[in-house]
Nanobody, 122 residues
Framework: QVQLVESGGGSVQAGGSLRLSCAASGYRFSDYFMGWFRQAPGKEREGVAHIYPSGSTTYYADSVKGRFTISRDNAKNTLYLQMNSLKPEDTAIYYC???????????????WGQGTQVTVSS
C-alpha cells in the first residue's frame, strides 16, 4: 500500500536549520507532484512548497521563499525540505504529500504522510 514517512523534525533555536525527508513507497513516485505542507495549532494546513515530478520546477509559499528548499531524488523515492533561517512562526507539524497537479492547495493531494513536528524557539 502507499506509504509516505516523514523524518528529520525536531527542536531548534531561531536561525537554525533542519532537513526533513519523506520516504515514499507503494506507488510510482516519479509520476507525482510532491508537496510539503504544515499545520500549526489552531491554524489551517498551509502549503509550503511543491515540486514537479522531474524535479525541474519548484514553487514556494511567500513565507518561506529564500529560506526553504524542496528537492527530490526519484532514484531513492525520497522528497526533501531543507529549512534554513528558521523562525518561531515556522513551528508546526510538517507533512509531505503526493498529488497529480502543480498546486499548493492541499485538497488536490492524494497521498499523505503522518507528519513530523518542527519546533523553533526564540
Amino acid at each position: 500500500q502507499v506509504q509516505l514517512v516523514e523524518s528529520g523534525g525536531g527542536s531548534v533555536q531561531a536561525g537554525g536549520s533542519l532537513r526533513l525527508s519523506c520516504a515514499a513507497s507503494g506507488y510510482r513516485f516519479s509520476d507525482y507532484f510532491m508537496g510539503w505542507f504544515r499545520q500549526a495549532p489552531g491554524k489551517e494546513r498551509e502549503g509550503v512548497a511543491h515540486i514537479y515530478p522531474s524535479g525541474s520546477t519548484t514553487y514556494y509559499a511567500d513565507s518561506v521563499k529564500g529560506r526553504f528548499t524542496i528537492s527530490r531524488d526519484n532514484a531513492k523515492n525520497t522528497l526533501y525540505l531543507q529549512m534554513n533561517s528558521l523562525k518561531p512562526e515556522d513551528t508546526a507539524i510538517y507533512y509531505c504529500a503526493a498529488g497529480p497537479t502543480s498546486t499548493l492547495d492541499a485538497r488536490a493531494y492524494k497521498y499523505w504522510g503522518q507528519g513530523t513536528q518542527v519546533t523553533v524557539s526564540s
